[in-house]
């Protein structure tokens, strides 16, 4: 029986931290087995924002290519690929654009938001509102049938599988259509307690970050702003030490412990907080460890990306080929 395919990606505009780790990076690890994986590195998407930063992102496509393989993901299972480096999608995007209307590009509340977001006003970039459609090249040009990610991309994949059958009804029975798989874990919210993690807000933990960087991000944690002395009773809901536990822990029985002892009163942030110190380092320090190895030997993590893409680059021509034969412009066949 043939796995399924799977494709998730991401922009590289900055290293990964434990939101990612926790709502995507663990899935795809877990996932690398049982299905043919591809993640791509979308680093065209990436430049629809940045377009006048271009090192960042190209600087961040290596970045996030270490904290892939340090977390874990194997390149024998898994194929990691440069969105750029894969001229069928740009090539499918101009296909595509055909069959989303303007209007429809705009109605996008993913879209939506983030220019208001981004304050682009009048100037947003047409490549930017496109983005969505440059995505679903992304995911049809893989032919994947699962793609994780998180409630936010939700519109992407409607939109993706839009496409998918606009195509197939006028062209005839080429692509294929989608799910999204939404991963049950909740968002990790930032250090400050913000409720999401993010490089924009300052608040986030990174795979990358050293032991003494980790201790100082929980020492500064946000706890229970009423709990001052260490008798009174403590807050444990919002309590970003505990939500990290939750996530991170593996002795339930002695985190339990804990919240009802701080619920009670006599247990201090101190405390809970070098507990939490001892928990991550736990699950950073191995990561910490392979990444500082990917740091040394940056000619191994490209040419993992180059194999990966030149793997991808034949799937994704494949598809392209069958695309202009649905659609009769393949002249010189
Ligand atoms: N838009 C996604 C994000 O911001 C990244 C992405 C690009 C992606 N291409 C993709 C996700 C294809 C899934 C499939 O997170």
Redo the contacts with the bound molecule.
Sequence with gaps: MSKKII?????PTGKLHLGHYVGSLKNRIAMQDEYEQYV?I?DQ?ALTDNFDNPEKVITNVLEVAKDYLAAGLDPAKTTICIQSQLPAIAELTMYYMNLVTMSRLMRNPTVKNEIKQKNFGESTPAGFVNYPIS?AA??TAFKAEV?P??ED?KP?IEQTNEIVRSFNRIYGETLVECEAVIPKVGRLCGIDGKAKMSKSLGNGIYISDDSETVKKKVMGMYTDPDHIRVEDPGKVEGNVVFEYLDVFGTDKEKIEEMKDHYKRGGLGDVVTKRYLIEVLEEVLSPIREKRKYYDEHEDEVMAVLKSGTEKARKVTDKTLEDVKNSMGINYFK
């Design positions: 494709l998730t990606g991401d922009r791509l979308a998407q995505q992304d995911i793609v990610v998180g991309q992407m």
